[in-house]
Nanobody
């Protein structure tokens, strides 16, 4: 059984920062074999790609809306992937989800991902 748990969400003012974490668990789960992605879903909208990283952390992919503001990283020894979010905007408000892709390619398509977390709420408001 694979479990992904996001944390670090909350309320932040525009221009502020948050760092999300996603911890993976599961007895047979080979964390380092997967690519990892972050997605988000705003109220009333479809889930959309934010960022992804391969297992070696030498390849990343970002949506244009967050490029230059967000940074995805991972610590394989801790089975954790992070999303550092800087210069946050009200339009970044959403539930943020992490997901794992066995193909180990940092792809933007939702259907590519095999496992998903439950999400963490990020609200950017003054």
């Amino acid at each position: 059984q694979v479990q992904l748990r996001e944390s670090g969400g909350g309320l932040v003012q525009p221009g502020g920062s948050l760092k999300l974490s996603c911890a993976a668990s599961g007895r047979t789960f080979a964390f380092s074999s997967y690519a990892w992605g972050w997605f988000r879903q705003a109220l009333g909208k479809d889930r959309e790609f934010v960022a992804a990283i391969n297992w070696g952390a030498d390849s990343t992919n970002y949506d244009d809306s967050v490029k230059g503001r967000f940074i995805i990283s991972r610590e394989n020894a801790k089975k954790t992937v992070y999303l550092q979010m800087n210069r946050l905007k009200p339009e970044d408000t959403a539930v943020y989800y992490c997901a794992a892709d066995l193909l180990n390619v940092p792809r933007p398509g939702l259907r590519a991902y095999d496992f998903w977390g439950q999400g963490t709420q990020v609200t950017v408001s003054s």
